[in-house]
């Protein structure tokens, strides 16, 4: 209307001319001033009707824009459903196995992006979205087709990683795509609205024009006014009628907006200022289960939870103040059957409008994305399996704790399950993982609630505990948490204790570094292992250093086999009573470039737990039988020695052992009878049945068995009659208790009654001095090791002592006079 | 000066018509077709209402429960494929809401089928629900009234489920129900009938 009143022009100017004394001029130049009246008037309602159809074509174009963005809004809440639902497919896999139930939800995925396809393509953010996705899809596909024809757990579990970057990639596709569709959305809604206001207003003005020109008309054709009444009134009418055309337009137009109010699943509420509701769309029923007419005229407030009621306030509050489209917000809402579910609201203040005069609620369940989006949350900062924290969320604890000055010392525990990897190996992935769950279980057991459990990675815990008095206290959990593992387990009807080696590091918040404090409390952990394993260390500076020198050591290991740094020593076994030597003991030394010779405890733990054994067991093995061979051929006089090797337990373990005694053997061409293999106790206790069996099958290949260092074990004796042993080698530190007290050697003495009992041969090791051999020759103990006779010697010095002892068909030792003389006294 | 004011007049009533038909024309597009077609019947099948109905050899496609007197399975009645399709079919030519094209559907009046299930005339409501959890309700006399179709093909072809499949409920143009496309649920699983 005001922009017609601004057109300016020279037939306007003529009108008003007219209008001035309209009969005079009518009657003075009747034919060209009614030609130009006419034209004007024709170029007027032109105008006017053009502007009318353009006032309507707009309320129709933004109805449909309106009703295609919502159909949009509506096709994307769906489509992220799917892959919300699809990546909670996927993250079961593994466990539910359910292949064709991750291919319905894809496929369902793939429906809903086909209908938002159908009604947003073309708009370049969707079809990029859409592509993106499809790519997305592919993978998935991929993966689901590479599992299809074996869907073992383990293979699900590697196909669902490779599906989760993509699955996830295409939920923050969908994501990004709503919150920029979100807005277009809403924006339309205003706009809608906005134009229809303004159109109508145009309508009323446009007629009221109209009637004006009508009268102007009439005026200056007073002199025919009854004909051009008639016409006049004739005009009048058809814009009376062309006003109704327009208002049924806009009722029309009205009444579509209505149908897709009660069409759409959103809840649009209509509040007045004072805060009563107006009016509640039909779709209430569905999302909180209420009747629409049974809540008209209450407190909206009535239905939000207690604790959002003073937010809820607020935003009516505020979107009341401001015109226009308020934020989204989300609070939580009772439906009628007692349960809570989060709303998203916007809020469109249309109190201005004569139509409205309210706040306009669009009010959206949106429980299942919350649900979804706290589910996604958890699964990025816990582990799957046992629930604890992952290293993202400790590492952020840590950072935190650290952050937060003045609250005492804090403590961070690296805990590492002992030979977690056997347990895996031997009984299957599904018991290693129950073993993980109570372990992690076990553990929060031993916390306070603000302390923080983690599950690192494999078989890697770690704890922070806050605010510690000091290192005393964190090694008490420490101590704790090792006890509390220690609790045995039962596994497949097996009962085995879970044992763990724990690293423990204090950091002082404001002085320490996070990422510094986690290594320190992993060096320590690495130091409880070298250092035995299940035990606790406390960090140390100097384990930095230690750390590095074990894994320098560690590397050199590798190639110590091939690389001839290993060489046997010898140490004769002597027959007590008559001094002569008839078995060697083959002990290993490491022969290091630089640090020297080393003896087997400075390497070969670092080996069994390299898994580095193998290859140096093997060449110790055949090596001393060659040796053996050898001297049996260099003094064919002499009955042959026995030698003896010792077996690590990782080496028992191995099913291939077996193999290699066998091709030893074979190479040496030595007697099975002249090969003794020696055990420790502690090995024989892991697996009964499995070791039994073992020892049982080298039993067979006709080597003799003997137990090294017995008696410093278990104290369980049942297992000398379970596996077929031959020999007892009693431990030096019931050999150095001889002769000082009463109580000690009568320990000596049981053991080596035991023996007999068991018929079993004994070698006494450690004998230092000829009373200790003369004592043990009078209890009857047969065999015996020390300085006393001979420290390990190199091959070359052991040749050059058979040879000097070799007397009498047989290698008698000078320092058997001082055996024989003690034993006279 | 009568021959001055009559384009005026001509014009002005132009104009108007001109309105007019806009209005008329844009209702007409949003209302059904004057040539919109109803279910064609292609072949009587040979399950009716009545027969005994075998167990599915094929994928299950919809299982009926609720207040129905057949039942293959318990107190439920499993269908694949091709025992709906035994049924009598139908085709039906109709615009696709969401495609916003015209596709030609094959499949089985759901008030066929409510027949075959042998539900009583007690029987109010139909709920079904979609593969994908979306659920609507039908009132019985609805079903019967709107010619409603549970399609198993478009365009001649089976659906899968990433094309709105295997079934689908469709509506002829004439249909008021069918103005409204929440009511079109796809990827059916099951039915209810209460």
Known sequence: MTGLLRRPGPARGRTRTGTADPGRVLRRRRG?????????????????????????VNISRTTAIFKDESYVAGALVNVQREALLLNVEIEELPTSRDLRGAQVRRALLANQLNQLRGLGGGDAMVDATIMGVDGDLRLIDQALARARPAPTAARLRAEAERMRPAIRRAIVRLKQLYDAKEQGFFGALSTALNTRRSSERLLVGLSGLVLIVGLALALSLRQRVRKDFARAYQALTAEVEERKAAERAVRASEERFRSLVQNSSDVISIVDADGGVRYHSESIRRVLGYDPAELVDGDPLSLVHPDDRERVARFVAEAALRPGVTAAETWR?????????????????????????????????????????????????????????????????????????????????????????????????????????????????????????????????????ERVTDAESASGVAGRVLDTLHQPFGLNGRTIPIKASLGVATGQPGADEAEELLRNADVAMYAAKAGGKDRYELFHPDMHEDMLQRLELEAELRHVADRDQLVLHYQPIVELVSGRITRVEALVRWDHPTKGLLPPPAFIPLAEEQGLIGPIGNWVLLQACVQARRWQDQFPDA?????????????????????????????????????TLEITESVLVADIEAMSARLRELKGLGVLLAIDDFGTGYSSLSYLRRFPIDMLKIDKAFVDGIGRGREDTALAHAIVKLSHTLQLHTVAEGIEQAEQAAHLAALGCRDGQGYLFARPLPVGAMTELLATSMADGGFYLPAATAVEAAAAT | MGRSIRPVVVALVMALAVAACGGKQEEASQAAGPNASSPQVVDDGTLAAGEEISSPKGEVVLTVSGDIGAANKGKTLELDLASLEQMRRVRLETAEPFLKRRVTFEGVLLSDLLAVADVPDTASTVSLTALDDYKVDFKVADVRSSQMLLATKADGKHMPVDRSGPIRIVFPDSSSMGRNPDLWIWSVASMKVA
Not at chain 1, 353 to 373: A, I, M, Q, W, Y
Not at chain 1, 659 to 672: C, I, K, T, Y
């Open chain 1, 32 to 56: 060209p001033l009614q030609l130009a009246l006419g034209g004007v008037l024709v170029v007027l309602i032109l105008v006017v009707e053009a502007l009318i159809l353009q006032a309507y």
């Open chain 1, 333 to 465: 809402m009772r439906h009628r059957d007692g349960t809570w579910l989060h709303s998203e609201t916007v809020a469109a203040n249309l109190l201005e409008d004569p139509n409205v005069r309210g706040l306009v609620l669009n009010t959206r369940d949106v429980s299942d994305r919350k649900e979804l989006e706290a589910q996604l949350v958890h699964q990025a900062f816990h582990d799957g399996l046992t629930g604890l924290a992952n290293r993202t969320l400790f590492t952020e604890r840590v950072e935190l704790a650290l952050a937060r000055a003045g609250q005492g010392e804090l403590a961070v525990l690296f805990i590492d399950l002992d030979d977690f990897k056997h347990v895996n190996d031997s009984l299957g992935h599904a018991a290693g993982d129950q073993l993980l769950i109570a372990a992690a279980r076990r553990l929060q057991g031993c916390l306070r609630p603000t302390d923080t459990a983690a599950r690192l990675g494999g078989d890697e815990f770690a704890v922070l505990l």
């Open chain 1, 639 to 675: 009955p042959p020695l026995s030698v003896h090797v010792n077996l690590s337990g990782r080496q028992l373990e191995e099913q291939r052992l077996v193999g290699e005694v066998v091709q030893a053997l074979e190479m040496s061409r030595l007697s099975p009878r002249l090969l």
